[in-house]
């Protein structure tokens, strides 16, 4: 018996590892279009590798005798599936099998999972390592344009990942799989407003950003940067609003709500500062641990910007972004 596996990223040799640890007289080769295994693996996370996540920060539900993450707050694009997936193997399963592995793990504050190494070089050297002591063949440089021409297997498992054309998935759709467009996802913005470009390295540890007309909101540090707004609330709203942005030719408007509460406990917090600081303009204060600078901007009034999707060729594509207090 042979499994194939093409595709040589972090999941083909997670499921090439688990293939031999389940069956060992199973023959597994890997086959990876380029010279090197691995590599986005080796940039993921910072260099680091985050290896999963506790999602202590959202809440649960009971399924099957357990709690598991409620995922729609996560992933909202995908959670129906990973909610079946996870009640197979979910995240304390991964925990469980990096550290029975041989990779001792961190959880930082943000509840992201790293190797206690702080190294993505850690999770390559144990998936090459646990490959190699298993017999798992890697062959490299390997492009498969039909499964056709791939030597005689018994299995054959896709762990290809992405990619930004449709067309590269041809062979597949030849087969009868449906091919979900790809679309750009991950990105941060870009602004013409002035204003808020003026306030670059400025961070809003809490805000919350929104697409009008819609539920897709994220939550989390945003930061201003010289081209305008980047950050994890940022990028969480590009990959949940990707198709919606892409559908509308990434023209339309984001609300920000910059300390991240509700409309009420702004207004209490601007009153309370106004009575116990009468002689002081809001400009020079810092509620909500915005910085003086982002007040004597913004305590004035809601600002329209145009901005670009970042990595946008020549600014083509184009949105209006509005930013509120």
Known sequence: ????????????????????EMKPEMGVTILERGQRVLRKVEV????RCNCTNTFKAI??????????PDLSAAYPRG??????????????????????????????????VFPASQDSHTIIDCLLGEARRLGVVVRTGQTVASLDALPATD????????????ASFDWLHALGHEIEPPVPSLFSLSTNDTELKQLMG???ENAIVQIPGTHLRAQGALLLTHWGMSGPAILRLSSYGARVLHENGYKGS????????????VRETVAQLAQGHRMRQLAHTAPFGLTSGYGATYSRKPSAAKATRAGATS??????????C
């Open 44 to 47: 993921s996370g910072g260099g």
């Open 315 to 324: 600014g083509k594509k184009t949105s209006t972004a509005s930013s509120t």
């Open 155 to 166: 299995f054959i498992l896709v762990a290809t990942g992405g990619a930004p054309k449709a």
């Open 254 to 265: 984001i609300v920000v709500n910059w300390p991240g509460v509700e409309e009420g406990a």
């Open 1 to 20: 018996m042979h499994t194939t596996i093409i595709g040589g990223g972090a999941a083909g040799f997670f499921a090439a590892v688990n293939l031999k």
């Open 59 to 68: 809440g649960t539900f009971s399924s099957h005798g357990g709690n598991i």
């Open 202 to 204: 400025t961070v809003a």
């Open 79 to 112: 959670h129906r599936l990973l909610r079946r997936l996870f009640n197979h193997f979910d995240h304390r399963d991964a925990f469980a099998w990096w550290e029975r592995h041989g990779v001792p793990l961190m959880v930082l504050p943000d509840h992201c």
